[in-house]
């Protein structure tokens, strides 16, 4: 068993043993990020064989996950200690964060054992810093014209260290920065960035933080801060600045890189959460390399089966298929067929809302070559319909495959008709359709025949 301990302050030096010689630009190995976040992520931590490993509950709900071991050389052998340990807990092992050489390293131990996906909303920004000290060259001159118009318009700048006596003025520009964006983060999103930050303001010191602040006359217009991330990375944790002050946040962006010590050759600015905004302003620095983070699922053997089932019937890769299984996979949503133990049919129940109402998207309907010609694929349909039908949706569709027309006739005879043309909205952005979008051209059933298919079909997907 695994002697997991809660993160304390006390454990910044035993944790940072690991983390500060290792390199990994990760944000999420930032002590400060681990300490400042507990009561969200319930962060605990280990030493195991050598190697430091972190646990957490991802995004602060009931299931659990465990960073990328830390250490000297291989850490694929302490993996079934890991996986012993989230069994004990109900659960399956998932490592999370794994950089690219570690999810190789992860295949080549157990080949096919594990799915891996990578979240581009989750990936940090890392720039060179003298990159963000400098912003030299053509591309940054649109920075440098930013900064050169808030200069002119607000002679009286100046740039302060952020020290303790500046903390309420801060929290109080926090709070006015949250209000005006309360549409694009949920209120609990914002009280948990409200709770870190308080959390880091009164243990600034033994966190090894460093701030700024931007004043103009005697109102503080930006501020932000941070604390390293390993031996050269430097993490920007918080950056906040009062929108009424066009250019605040460029500005202090540079002088803040300017005062940091020279010893830090990167500044990991952390991930963009999917914003829009938030990814162009981000992309507008020119990072030097976006950190990977994959996510590594030990798959049950069901999983297994759908996996190779899918690869043989579709051909899609398996990056493609790996993410429709750690995200969208579901025992109570597939309906399976098999043939002596082996799986030779399988077809996928997905929610969605539609123009019609709540509908059931039936999605990889798949039989294995050896299986065909027996009616699994008939017996599945069945079943599906009555799923359906049973728990009242107004609307089933389905996209046959492009180029295979005998399927119109065979899904007609579950009362599937027309061709629509079909959009896929989900929250992630996993392409649903076909791959192309001119081929995405649903067949509808209707709970009520009489009521008239729609031109187009918009599907938001929901869990």
């Not at 605990?44 to 709900?61: K, N, P, Q, S």
């Not at 308080?198 to 033994?206: G, I, N, S, T």
């Not at 398996?318 to 996979?329: H, M």
Request: charged content about 30%; hydrophobic content about 40%.
């Amino acid at each position: 068993m695994i002697d997991f301990k809660p993160v304390r302050l006390e454990d910044r030096a035993a944790i940072e043993r690991y983390t500060m010689p290792w390199g990994i630009c990760n944000n999420d190995l930032s002590f400060t990020n681990m300490y400042c976040w507990l009561s969200v992520y319930h962060t605990t931590w280990a030493e195991v064989e050598g190697f430091l490993v972190i646990r957490f509950h991802i995004e602060g709900g009931e299931r659990i996950g465990y960073m990328q071991p830390i250490g000297p050389g291989d850490f694929t052998p302490i993996l079934p200690l890991l996986e012993e340990d989230a069994r004990e807990r109900g659960q399956r092992l998932r490592l999370i964060g794994l950089t690219d050489e570690a999810r190789v390293q992860v295949r080549n131990m157990h080949a096919g054992m594990f799915a891996f996906e990578s979240n581009r909303a989750l990936e940090d920004y890392v720039y060179r810093a003298d990159d963000l000290r400098n912003l030299t060259g053509h591309r940054y001159q649109p920075k440098r014209n930013h900064i050169n118009r808030f200069m002119a318009e607000y002679p009286d700048f100046r740039y302060e260290e952020l020290t303790p006596e500046r903390f309420d003025e801060c929290l109080a520009l926090e709070r006015e920065w949250r209000k005006k964006r309360e549409e694009q983060h949920t209120s609990s999103e914002q009280d948990a960035e409200q709770r870190a930050m308080l959390r880091a303001f009164e243990h600034f010191e033994a966190l090894g933080l460093l701030g700024g602040c931007i004043y103009v006359g005697d109102r503080l217009v930006a501020f932000t801060y941070g604390s390293a991330l390993n031996d050269h990375t430097f993490d920007t944790h918080v950056e906040k600045a009062d929108t009424e002050f066009d250019g605040a946040f460029t500005i202090i962006n540079k002088l803040f890189a300017q005062h940091l010590p020279e010893r830090f050759t990167l500044i990991n600015r952390e991930e963009d959460m999917g914003l829009d905004g938030l990814r162009q302003s981000k992309l507008s620095y020119h990072p030097a390399f976006l950190q990977h983070k994959f996510t590594a699922l030990r798959l049950h053997p069901d999983e297994l089966a759908c996996k190779r089932l899918w690869m043989e019937v579709f051909g899609d890769d398996e990056a493609f298929v790996d993410t429709f299984i750690i995200r969208y996979y579901s025992r109570r949503r597939v309906i399976t067929a098999s043939v002596d133990g082996q799986l030779a049919a399988m077809l996928h129940l997905v929610p969605f809302d539609t123009e019609l109402g709540h509908a059931t998207y039936i999605y990889g309907v798949a039989t294995a070559e050896a299986f065909r010609h027996r009616g699994l694929a008939s017996g599945l349909m069945r079943e599906a319909m009555r799923r359906i039908e049973e728990r009242g949706d107004a609307a089933a569709f389905l996209i046959p495959t492009p180029g295979e027309e005998w399927l119109r006739g065979f899904y007609a005879g579950f009362g599937f008709e027309g061709e629509v043309p079909t959009r896929f909205i989900s929250e992630d952005g996993f392409d649903f359709g076909t791959g192309h979008t001119e081929d995405d051209r649903a067949m509808v059933w209707r709970r009520d025949a009489s009521t008239p298919l729609p031109e187009a079909l918009t599907a938001t997907h929901h869990r």
